[in-house]
């Protein structure tokens, strides 16, 4: 008796051991250990869903707001809770659907109206990363975009049919006013490139992906809120964890106020329809950008929601190019508005003054079969020079700037150094607008190159007329008149102005001088006067009778075709506010086309309204998209 009882305790003390140890197991996960316990209930028993913000909107510089947002629905699934087909190879897709389990997949693809390919290619792609250790099978893919809320009510009835699959709010962008696409830029889904190397994008975010939207995309994004929720192992909701004491809301992005006019952007656009080139305004004071404009130009909607995937193809392959942004891209020689560039720096070097004259003779002749063509100006002065834009002047002048230093190179490279701190051939130091291209003034190197030991100022006259193998964008043209209007120095062209209540850092544009003395700018400026104010000027039927424009015109040659009309202005000419580079691609003479519209937009921001009806409806309506070449002239 006495080993049974024995025994009987022995077994008591092992149950007793045996459950102390459960219990003590059960205390350290779950209590002592919270780390387990949350890994535990983290993959296993809750969900963790995304709240996206909304973005900021974006507002003019006078508070009308030019992007702002609207609504739509996105469908997500749980990969672990998909059908067959989420795995299966796309030959197999018809097979799979005969089947009974794939009566549902058709349907939810009908129901949402997208490809059936379309459906089990994001599955496939899902299940890939999960594969690869990207991603958990318990994680929230999205697979079907931009509901659009008159469409979700429908969809939200037969929801329940399909497990795993959820909507989830998000917003969209709107575009009140159909203007300014490059320059705003668009938002998109973000591709492997960006949520490889930046955790806080996942495959399916939206971002930035040009313009001020890519540029401000941390300031616009805002901060992404979380949701966690219990659920069973169907994956089904079954409550707040915690009740929500780890839940985040979402917080919208900032407003962005911007240095666009909408009105100036919208009527600037207006007259560059049916025409291709670009037009770009700029405060000269300030390197605030007034308007960009791009023609032709798309409407900003065509790219936001569904439509995006029809539309962008059909403007990427469109020939006139409507996704190239032509004011900012290399490309064109700036013509006739380089002599202003060059009448600065010959006074500043001492090879020119205002009282240097040159003989026209109707041309400057290169070689016996090569002569650069003039219309007769005498000997002009130089303010004569820039008024009547004579390009045997400005020949002269190159060849004597470049041929006056020991060696050809060397007084290109002193020339060339002139033309880089006025913002040719270079980028713009602390820009916010993405994707300036710098342009190109070749370096004595590239030159070396071509015309080995054997090459002169006449070699390269080309370039003293902004001809050759000289490259500028129309911001470089538009930056050169603020050059001219702030006598010496411009600011960095920009566009942003206040991130919410606070303006941009002013100390983040800072002034850059071009070394040009101020005794200098009198010269020009009258000349530039002179050609937009008095006759024989080549932009005088421009003139206000209450507004000073100070202006230069140019016609860039173009050996594809009609040349291109290009003009720069500022105005008024005491105390400027704006200033305006403009080019117009196969128009011809400068003082044709360009130079009108310029003063038409002129009035329109000093004056709010214009004064010649006959002028603007010329304009707005001539289509200058397919000309045939005429004229020779480099004016």
């Known amino acids: 008796m006495k080993d049974e009882s024995a025994r009987k305790y022995i077994y008591i003390g092992i149950f007793v051991f045996i459950a102390i140890a459960f219990v003590f197991k059960l205390l350290q996960l779950q209590v002592i250990n919270t780390e387990y316990n949350k890994k535990f209930a983290d993959a296993y028993a809750i969900k963790r869903i995304v709240r996206f913000p909304a973005r900021g909107n974006i507002l003019d510089r006078n508070g009308k707001i030019m992007v702002g947002n609207d609504f739509a629905f996105d469908i997500y699934m749980t990969p672990i809770e998909v059908a067959p087909i989420e795995r299966a190879k796309l030959d197999d897709i018809p097979k799979i659907l005969s089947t009974t389990k794939g009566i549902d997949t058709i349907d939810f693809c009908e129901l949402v109206d997208i490809p059936v390919e379309e459906f089990a290619k994001v599955s496939r792609l899902a299940w890939k990363r999960i594969k690869n250790r990207e991603a958990s099978k318990t994680e929230p893919v999205a697979i079907v975009r931009d509901i659009s809320k008159e469409n979700v009510a429908a969809i939200k009835e037969k929801m329940f049919l399909f497990p795993g699959y959820y909507l989830e709010k ?40 040009s313009g001020i939207e890519k540029s401000y995309e941390k300031v616009l994004r805002g901060i992404k809120g979380v949701r966690k929720v219990f659920v069973d192992v169907k994956q089904n909701e079954r409550g707040s964890y915690l009740d929500g004491a780890e839940d985040t809301v979402s917080v919208q992005g900032e407003n962005l106020t911007i240095t666009i006019d909408a009105d100036l952007q919208e009527y600037a656009e207006l007259l560059m329809a049916n025409k291709k080139g670009a037009i770009v305004a700029i405060e000269p004071k300030t390197g605030e950008v007034l308007c960009l404009v791009s023609a032709p130009t798309y409407d900003p909607n065509l790219l936001v929601g569904r439509g995006r995937k029809q539309n962008y193809p059909k403007l990427l392959l469109d020939p006139n190019k409507p996704l190239y942004n032509r004011a900012i891209m290399d490309g064109y020689p700036p013509g006739s508005t380089f002599k202003i560039f060059q009448a600065l720096a010959g006074q500043q070097e001492g090879f020119v003054t205002a009282d240097t004259r040159y003989p026209c003779n109707n ?12 219309h007769g100006h005498g000997s002009p002065d130089l303010v004569t020079s820039i008024r009547a834009s004579c390009n045997s002047y400005y020949c002269r002048l190159f060849v004597n700037f470049v041929g006056r230093y020991p060696t050809p190179a060397e007084g290109y490279a002193v020339w060339k150094g002139y033309a880089n701190r006025f913002g040719f051939g270079q980028n713009f130091p602390g ?21 080995p030991g054997r090459w002169t100022g006449m070699t390269l006259v080309s370039l003293g007329i902004g001809q050759g193998e000289l490259q500028a964008n129309v911001m470089q043209i538009a930056n050169l008149a603020c050059v001219v209007a702030n006598r010496g120095y411009w600011i960095t062209p920009h566009v942003g102005k206040k991130v919410g209540n606070k303006a941009v850092d002013p100390e983040q544009f800072k002034k850059n001088y071009v070394g040009v003395d101020d005794k200098y700018f009198d010269v020009v400026q009258e000349g530039m006067y002179g050609a937009a104010n008095l006759p024989g000027g080549t932009a ?9 424009i100070c202006g230069k015109t140019g016609t ?8 291109h009309s290009v003009f720069m202005c500022y105005a008024p000419r005491e105390n400027p506010k704006i200033t305006i580079g403009i080019l117009i691609e196969n128009a011809g003479f400068g003082g044709t086309w360009a130079a009108p519209i310029a003063a038409l937009l002129v009035e329109k921001y000093l004056k709010g309204k214009t004064s010649r009806p006959t002028m603007e409806k010329q304009m707005m309506e001539k289509n200058l998209m397919n000309v045939v070449k005429t004229s020779k002239s480099h004016n």
Not at 179 to 206: F, K, M
Not at 363 to 374: E, L, P, V
Request: charged share 25%.
């Open 556 to 563: 860039a040659q173009n050996p594809h075709g009609e040349n």
């Open 540 to 548: 005088y039927h421009i003139r206000l009778e209450d507004i000073a």
């Open 170 to 209: 998000k917003s969209l962008r709107r575009y009140p006013r159909p203007i300014g696409a490059l320059i705003l830029g668009e938002v998109a889904e973000c591709d492997t490139a960006i949520t490889n190397h930046d955790s806080y994008y996942r495959p399916g975010d939206y971002i930035g992906k």
């Open 431 to 451: 820009s916010d607008i993405p994707n300036i291209k710098k342009g190109n003034v070749p370096t004595p190197e590239y030159f070396n190159k071509i015309y």
């Open 363 to 374: 041309g400057f002749r290169i070689s016996a079969s090569h002569t650069i063509d003039c």
